[in-house]
Nanobody, 121 residues
Framework: QVQLVESGGGLVQAGDSLRLSCAAS????????IGWFRQASGKEREFVGR????????NYADSVKGRFTMSRDNAKNTVYLQMNSLKPEDTAVYYC??????????????WGQGTQVTVSS
């Protein structure tokens, strides 16, 4: 079992950067795929990116490709989401999740509580 806690959200201006962290507990973290998802008010949860257990493979949604970067430090049981050139449309609650190598939220079994990111224009 994996427990996840996100942090690092906040209010920023368009063009700014933020780094989100996803801290995990559990012995299986280093063998687990981690995904980031986001949910804007009134919209469905959408895929942002995923990182393989080793960190060697990443995959991103087209809407964030080239601006967002995922990394992980398995020694610290932490995954990071570096978000650059933020846009107002990036405003959402961001969640990290543990599961399978998939873009679908249903393939992730464990979820954090989410952290709010608000980008003002």
């Amino acid at each position: 079992q994996v427990q996840l806690v996100e942090s690092g959200g906040g209010l920023v201006q368009a063009g700014d950067s933020l780094r989100l962290s996803c801290a995990a507990s559990g012995r299986t973290f280093s063998t687990t795929v981690i995904g980031w998802f986001r949910q804007a008010s009134g919209k469905e949860r959408e895929f942002v990116g995923r990182i393989s257990a080793s960190g060697s493979n990443t995959n991103y949604a087209d809407s964030v490709k080239g601006r967002f970067t995922m990394s992980r430090d398995n020694a610290k049981n932490t995954v990071y989401l570096q978000m650059n050139s933020l846009k107002p449309e990036d405003t959402a609650v961001y969640y990290c999740a543990a599961g399978r190598w998939s873009r679908g939220p249903d393939d992730y079994n464990y979820w954090g509580q989410g952290t709010q990111v608000t980008v003002s224009s």
